[in-house]
């Protein structure tokens, strides 16, 4: 292990991370709040300590696999570490483990809160925790690379170690230009969204916040009853549009813009994604329809904007999906583990890797009739190799097994069983909220300081696609280099 390395890009990683809280600590000042001199002390304590950092000397400038891997692990760590000073020093929070998951579940989008009467928090604070969810959206790391130029030599392992899905890979030859272009097109989206919102009537702070939550897929919001408090179909829809948009592979954005608009809609990816999304919507608005709601138009409406919020990983609520009918509820659980799209902002899964599991499935009923026969699996027309399926076998198997431990851990807490598993799913997923005692109406703030730390482990873990951190603990990768 290259210490110096790791440690040197560590420090250039918390020196933008204290640059990124100064919009937060302007907002604090301009309100005259409580959190002014947190924030000051944040960002001082901050540049400081990656100022330090970045002093470490290294022979090997370059960034192997086990660099890469320590850089992100670490990086999404000593972030969220230093993230949730703030919230701690203004008193946000009882204690630090709280302030700890507040901002792990800012940074991994996943939005789940142990926060009550979130309208009386300061506007800084409220600022700074929605815009984790925009930096850790598309990636920390990935916002350093584009930022600072002098990263890219070696960083492909550090974007591929970061990069949600099975397969990563460079848009553009050089590795910083893939970064800028992917932030570009995060930028572009987010200030649609921001125009449009403002259009409907949200002022421009409830516009930024609510867009740092949808296109980052994150669910934070600056209302205790989250988009529901806006009474406004148009939003919702808005709100709606955007995360389904946030939850397609961003590289297929860059095709259309340069004119191969045909791209996105052979993508089998995207495909399958929108066709979840419709089925599930109408499964769930003929249910509401029948059962709770007799309007067919705000059943839709409901139905879509929880379905999107779902299986994007989001969170937003516009209703107490927790007191709908149990089918509802069931499809509802169900997209928790599908997730968003490889390569986009969102959580879960992933469908590239339902994809690959159904074609395998197909493939070995094939086989049932041709023993013989040689079937590759493919996606896009392209061969899938057997490592690369193999290792998706491996993610979905150790993504299983994680679920059911972790939910038989939750369960000590002596909660009932949908409690601790919807808990174990929604953060492993990086959802938010759960059913029962964690629903969109409920916080996580009831459970013990253990069950905190291993949840927000979860998050880390659903947000680095598991292996990023398993793989790091392995005792080998830290032998010394020389």
Do not use: C
């Amino acid at each position: 292990m290259n210490y110096g390395i790791v440690t040197r890009v560590l420090g250039s990683l918390l020196i933008v991370e204290a640059v990124l809280m100064l919009p937060s600590y302007l907002i604090a000042v301009s309100n005259q709040g409580p959190d002014r001199m947190p924030f000051l002390i944040t960002i001082l304590l901050t540049a400081i300590i990656g100022g330090l950092m970045t002093r470490r000397k290294t022979v090997q400038s370059s960034i192997g696999a086990k660099e890469g891997l320590a850089i992100v692990a670490l990086g999404w760590v000593f972030a969220s570490i230093m993230g949730a000073l703030p919230l701690h020093l203004t008193g946000v929070t009882n204690n630090y483990i709280d302030a700890f998951f507040e901002i792990v579940s800012g940074f991994t989008t996943t939005g789940a809160t142990i926060l009550k009467e979130i309208e009386r928090l300061p506007q800084g604070i409220l600022f700074w925790r929605s815009f984790t969810h925009w930096i850790g959206g598309m990636g920390i790391l990935v916002f350093t690379l584009a930022l600072m130029p002098a990263l890219g030599i070696g960083g492909f392992q550090i974007f591929k170690a970061e990069s949600p899905g099975p397969m990563a890979g460079k848009i553009a030859p050089r590795l910083r230009d893939t970064a800028k272009i992917l932030y570009i097109t995060y930028v572009t989206i987010t200030l649609a969204e921001v125009i449009l919102l403002s259009i409907g009537g949200m002022g421009v702070y409830e516009s930024f916040i609510h867009t740092f939550g949808t296109v980052g897929t994150g669910g934070f919001s600056n209302r205790n009853g989250s988009i529901g408090d806006f009474d406004s179909t148009y939003i919702h829809m808005v709100i709606g549009f955007f995360m389904v948009a946030s939850g397609v592979n961003f590289s297929l954005y860059y095709s259309f813009f340069r004119g191969k608009s045909t791209e996105l809609f052979k993508d089998e990816e995207f495909r399958l994604y929108i066709k979840i999304i419709v089925i599930a919507t109408l499964a769930i608005a003929i249910d509401l329809w029948m059962v709770s709601y007799h309007n067919v138009g705000y059943s839709l409406r409901d139905s879509f904007f929880q379905v999107a919020s779902i299986i994007t990983t989001t969170g937003y609520s516009t209703a107490d999906f927790d007191l709908w009918p149990t089918f509802s509820k069931g499809i509802l659980l169900i997209l928790m583990f599908v997730g968003a799209s490889a390569g986009s902002t969102g959580g879960g899964m992933k469908v590239i890797r339902i994809l690959v599991m159904m074609k395998l499935v197909k493939r070995e009923v094939g086989k049932l009739y041709h023993p013989r026969a040689v079937i590759p699996v493919k996606i896009n027309n392209k061969v899938i190799s057997n490592e690369t399926v193999a290792r998706i076998n491996s993610f979905l198997a150790l993504y299983l097994l994680l679920f059911l431990f972790s939910t038989l851990l939750v369960s000590f807490e002596q909660v009932d069983l949908i409690t601790a598993a919807s808990a174990v799913a929604a953060t492993l997923g990086n959802i938010g909220p759960g059913l029962e005692l964690v629903g969109p109406e409920q916080n996580y703030a009831f459970f013990s300081w253990p069950i905190k730390l291993w949840l927000s482990f979860l998050m880390l873990l659903g947000r680095l696609e598991l292996f990023t951190i398993i793989a790091l603990i392995a005792p080998k990768n830290w032998r010394i280099d020389v």
